[in-house]
C-alpha cells in the first residue's frame, strides 16, 4: 500500500484523476475505490450506506487503535468484527507470522502449525474430538450444514432469525450483520431451491424439529443483530429437540470461539452440539475458519467419507501461525480480566447515554458488548430491527466517529473491545460516548 499516485510505479494512466493523485483524503481514497471494487469495499459491512458520510481508509492499526489516510486516531472498536483479540498489530502475532513467511507460505501438504492448532481447539472446547480448518467462517458454515447433511441423509437445516452464519446459499435466510444493515430479506441471486429447505425460526424459542431435519444451526450468544444471550433454557431445550428427532446441532461459534473464553459459548452453555464453526479469533487476523465435531460425525468427510470438501489454501501455515500465536498468549485470567473490563465499560456506556436523555440498552455478555437504543431488552430480531427504526444507531455513530471512536457502520454489530482496550481507553469511550450523547440531546451533532 502506498500513497495515492506516490511513486513511478503509478505515474501513467490508471484509474485515479489527477485530483485523487495528491489528496490524501477518505474521500479521495474512497471514490478511487469505488471506481474499481463495487460500492467500494470488499464486504458491505464496511460501507457507510446505512449511516451515512464516507469510510475512514486505514493505513495502520496498533492496539485498540486505528489511523487513517488523513492521519487521524480513532479508538477501534470494531477489531475487524472480532477477527482481532489481541489489539492490532501485537508483536507476538507479527513474529509468528513473520518468522512462518520466511519458511514458505504454502505447500500443499500437511504441516505442524495445523496440527497444533487442531491439537489446541479440541483440548479447549467440550466435546470437539476432531476439527477440519478452511479459510473463512463462511467455509466453515457451509462444510457443518453439508456433514450434517451427509451424516443424517436429511435437507432440511433450522436456523434463526438475526443469526449469521456467513454467506453461503442456504443460510443467506434471515440473516443479521450486513444482511439486516441493508435490510434484505435474503439476497438476490440465491435461487428459491437453494433455501427450500432452509427453516427460519425465531431466535430464544425452541422450534419444532422433526425427522426431516438433518441440523439446527444456532449463535449461542446471538452477535448479528446486536448482542443478545440466550434464554434460560434455549440451547438446553435445542439440545433436547435436537436429540429427539435425530437432527444435529450446530454451534456457530464463529464470533464467541477463543473470544469468551478458550472454551467458547460451549462452556458457557454448559451443553455440547455436535459439530462446531470457528472464525475470526482462530486465525489471528489471517484468513481461517475451521468447523469441528465428534470423531464418528466427522467421519463422513472425504477421503474417509463421502461428503466431499476441501481447500488449497485450507490450514494455511501464516493463518495457523498467526492463530497460535494468539491463543497460546491469552489465559483464563485474561478472558476473566477482559469481561470485568468490558462489564464495567457497558455500565458506564449505559449511565452516560441515560444521563444525557438518552434511551439505551447496552446488553453485556463476557466481552462481547451491544448497543441499542430501546426502551426494552432486546431478545431477537423481531425487537432488535424495532429498536434499529428510530435511526438513533446512524446519529450516535457519526457523533463517535467524528470525536475519534470508530465503532462498526451498522446498527446490529456487537463491539469487540479486546485485551490491548485498557481501563482508561475504555473510559476515554464512555466519556466521548457522554459528549455525543449530550450533543445528540440537544440537536448539536458537530462538536464544538
Ligand atoms: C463472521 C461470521 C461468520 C462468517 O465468517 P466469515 O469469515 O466472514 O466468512 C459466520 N458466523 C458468524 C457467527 C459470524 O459472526
Redesign the pocket.
Known amino acids: 500500500m502506498g500513497e495515492p499516485g506516490a511513486g513511478p510505479d503509478n505515474a501513467g494512466p490508471d484509474n485515479a484523476g489527477p485530483d485523487e493523485q495528491t489528496a490524501d483524503s477518505n474521500e479521495a481514497w474512497f471514490a478511487r475505490a469505488r471506481k474499481v471494487i463495487p460500492g467500494g469495499v470488499d464486504s458491505p459491512v464496511r460501507s457507510f450506506k446505512s449511516v451515512g458520510g464516507t469510510p475512514y481508509t486505514v493505513v495502520r492499526g496498533e492496539g485498540p487503535y486505528v489511523w487513517d489516510v488523513e492521519g487521524r486516531r480513532y479508538i477501534d472498536m470494531v477489531q475487524s ?2 477477527a482481532v483479540l489481541l489489539g492490532h498489530a501485537h508483536p507476538v502475532v507479527s513474529e509468528a507470522i513473520d518468522s512462518a513467511a520466511r519458511k514458505g507460505t504454502t505447500f500443499g501438504a500437511p504441516t505442524e502449525g495445523e496440527v497444533r492448532l487442531a491439537e489446541k481447539i479440541c483440548r479447549e472446547v467440550t466435546g470437539c474430538e476432531q476439527v477440519r480448518l478452511v479459510s ?6 457451509m462444510s457443518a450444514i453439508r456433514v450434517a447433511r451427509g451424516y443424517t441423509g436429511r435437507d432440511r437445516v433450522v436456523k434463526f432469525d438475526g ?5 453461503c446459499d442456504a443460510l443467506l435466510a434471515g440473516g443479521g ?1 450486513g444482511v439486516a444493515a441493508l435490510g434484505l430479506p435474503g439476497s438476490a441471486g440465491v435461487p428459491a431451491s437453494a433455501v427450500a429447505d432452509t427453516i427460519v425460526a425465531p431466535y430464544n424459542v425452541v422450534p419444532e424439529i422433526d425427522d426431516q431435519v438433518a441440523c439446527v444451526i444456532v ?1 449461542v450468544v446471538a ?2 443483530m446486536g448482542v443478545v444471550a440466550p434464554a434460560g433454557g434455549f440451547i438446553e431445550g435445542l439440545r433436547r429437540a435436537c436429540d429427539e428427532a435425530g437432527a444435529l446441532l450446530i454451534f ?1 461459534e ?2 464467541t470461539g477463543f473470544r469468551l473464553g478458550a472454551g467458547g459459548a460451549t462452556a458457557l452453555s454448559g451443553v455440547s452440539p455436535d459439530l462446531w ?1 470457528f ?2 479469533v482462530i486465525g489471528g487476523g489471517l484468513p481461517v ?1 475451521a468447523f469441528g465435531g465428534r470423531r464418528e460425525v466427522l467421519g463422513v468427510l472425504a477421503p474417509d467419507g463421502p461428503v466431499y470438501q476441501a481447500g488449497t489454501l485450507s490450514g494455511n501455515p501464516l493463518a495457523t501461525a498467526a492463530g497460535l500465536a494468539v491463543l497460546e498468549t491469552v489465559g483464563p485470567a485474561d478472558y476473566e480480566a477482559l469481561a470485568a473490563r468490558a462489564a464495567r465499560f457497558a455500565g458506564g456506556l449505559g449511565e452516560a447515554l441515560s444521563a444525557a436523555g438518552l434511551t439505551a440498552q447496552v446488553p453485556v455478555v463476557g466481552p462481547l458488548v451491544g448497543l441499542f437504543f430501546s426502551p426494552h431488552a432486546v431478545t431477537d430480531h423481531a425487537m432488535a430491527r424495532t429498536s434499529v427504526a428510530n435511526g438513533m444507531y446512524a446519529r450516535f455513530f457519526g457523533a463517535m466517529l467524528e470525536r475519534g471512536v470508530a465503532l462498526a457502520p451498522g446498527p446490529y454489530e456487537a463491539m469487540f473491545p479486546g485485551m490491548a482496550h485498557s481501563d482508561d481507553v475504555l473510559d476515554a469511550v464512555v466519556e466521548i460516548a457522554a459528549d455525543a450523547a449530550r450533543a445528540i440531546s440537544s440537536g448539536v451533532t458537530v462538536s464544538r
Open positions: 468484527y472480532g473463512s467462517g463462511t467455509e466453515a458454515a443469526c449469521y452464519h456467513g454467506h450483520s449463535e452477535a448479528n456457530d464463529v464470533i464453526c472464525g475470526k475458519g
